[in-house]
């Protein structure tokens, strides 16, 4: 990005004032629209991160629930630290939709205003046809993003729950007590993982169809 527009990036994303960051990027050339494909596939590029992170974090326990002896203090700080980043990549995605949102709101307030400034009913009708389209392509993105990002919600709180056992149950019976839980866990990243290639997918489709 431009060392200016990493400027007003900075700026208006600290005050939080969205709409003063809009006028600002369109006064240098960049569109709420282009903003909305730049937070998409931020968006996509999270969910991405979240996927490595939650397997990491499965294979870390699965070493664990493994464990035939040595430092059971390393393999817990193991554990721990990928729970870690897989509660820092959840809130990654959280912000990434919350970000198209915003955005969105705006790109399509904006263009169902300017409907009415059409003298040609021939065009008018072509754009409003188009919104409509964008928008219906948006939701079914926007619930597809949302669907992956809940169902990342129990596999964190497993995570945490195990974290916070082992924490302080260090020994060899902990083992034991985790096996138990981990066939349980490994589903639910699976699907957490399908509902984000899913929500990936939707994103792809809702690009090509803004970018139409």
Not at 26 to 40: A, F, L, N, P
Not at 86 to 97: L, M, P
Not at 188 to 197: E, H, P, W
Request: aromatic share 8%; glycine share 4%.
């Amino acid at each position: 990005m431009p060392y200016l527009l990493a400027i007003f990036l900075s700026i208006f994303t600290l005050t939080g004032c969205q709409s003063a960051y809009y006028s600002a990027m369109e006064k240098v050339g960049v569109h709420k629209r282009d903003i909305m494909v730049d937070r998409v596939e931020a968006a996509q590029d999270a969910q991405k991160d979240a996927q490595q992170e939650l397997t990491s974090a499965l294979d870390a326990l699965s070493a664990f629930t493994q464990f035939d002896g040595g430092e059971l203090e390393s393999a817990y700080e193991r554990i721990n630290d990928q729970y870690q980043h897989s509660e820092d990549a959840a809130a990654d995605v959280r912000e990434r939709i919350a970000a198209i949102e915003d955005v969105a709101e705006a790109l399509f307030d904006e263009w169902q205003g300017e409907l009415k400034l059409y003298t040609s009913s021939k065009l008018r009708r072509a754009s409003e046809q188009k919104l409509n389209t964008t928008k219906a392509s948006y939701q079914t993105m926007l619930k597809a993003m949302k669907r992956a990002e809940q169902k990342m919600t129990p596999v964190l709180n497993t995570l945490r729950d195990n974290t916070l056992f082992l924490k302080h149950n260090l020994n060899a019976s902990a083992v034991g007590s985790l096996q138990g839980e981990f066939a349980t866990l490994e589903q639910d990243i699976r699907t957490a993982i399908t509902q984000m290639n899913a929500a990936i997918e939707e994103s792809n489709q809702f690009l090509n169809q803004l970018k139409q």
